[in-house]
């Protein structure tokens, strides 16, 4: 099993420009996540999907959307890249949406000039 | 959601235990708790959890205090693998949400 696997692994932006970051897992898992990362900081929570066809906001939202493709594939887009997003991007997945491990993915590093 | 507090960072030498601790005085009685480690340039990778008694996994054994306000998680013998930042975080029963802190960066020593 390759676990989460996340595309692409480094971006550079400009600003106002917009991408996707793609997520899947192979686990069978309902629920995933995607997190951001800033220099020196913990994670914090984006957006989250409880099951396929479910996404609920997460601590810092604002400047994403997401989509549950299916049950394996997750994405988060950026419409308009601002500096401010400059950050690691990690997918999670787990078993079900209640005290479940979250395995994590290995991040995308993404650069907004 | 209830906060957790850890020390910045430790240091310790290979094959020797090292104790990892974690306050979390408001801890409500549903909350469990979770660690969770990132080593160097990964995403973060799952540890153990409880709720109120010791647990022992492969990986780790965490201890956890009587009146649930803190807790300590054990490495047994350090390796130079270990070398990560190490999260405490609380979850309630009915939340999928994990609120990470800032952690403690452990540094082994060969």
């Known amino acids: 099993n390759a676990g989460v696997t996340q595309t692409p692994k480094f971006q550079v932006l400009k600003t106002g420009q917009s991408m996707t970051l793609q997520c899947a897992q192979d686990?069978?898992?309902?629920?995933m996540y995607w997190y951001r990362q800033d220099p020196g900081m913990g994670l914090r929570l984006i957006y989250y999907?409880?099951?396929?066809?479910?996404?609920d906001k997460g601590e810092v939202p604002n400047g994403y959307n997401v989509s549950r493709l299916n049950k394996r594939e997750f994405s988060l887009r950026l419409e308009s890249a601002a500096p401010s997003q400059t950050s690691v991007y990690f997918c999670?997945?787990?078993?079900?949406?209640?005290?479940?491990?979250?395995?994590f993915g290995p991040g995308t590093r993404l650069t907004v000039t | 959601d209830a906060k957790t507090t850890q020390p910045n960072s430790m240091e310790s030498n290979e094959e020797e235990p090292v104790h990892l601790p974690c306050n979390h005085s408001?801890?409500?009685?549903?909350?469990?708790i979770h660690w969770y480690r990132q080593l160097p340039s990964q995403g973060p990778e799952y540890v153990i959890h409880?709720?109120?008694s010791n647990v022992n996994n492969r990986m780790a054994s965490l201890a956890i205090a009587e009146d649930r306000k803190s807790s300590t998680l054990i490495l047994h013998r350090a390796t130079l693998r270990d070398a990560a930042v190490y999260y405490c975080?609380?979850?309630?029963?009915?939340?999928?949400?994990?609120?990470f802190g800032t952690g403690t960066r452990l540094q082994v020593f060969p």
């Open positions: 409880g709720l109120t």
């Open positions: 408001t801890i409500s009685g549903t909350d469990y």
């Open positions: 975080i609380l979850r309630g029963p009915n939340t999928d949400k994990l609120i």
């Open positions: 686990m069978n898992h309902n629920s």
């Open positions: 999670a997945s787990s078993e079900e949406w209640v005290n479940y491990e979250q395995y």
């Open positions: 999907s409880a099951s396929e066809g479910t996404t």
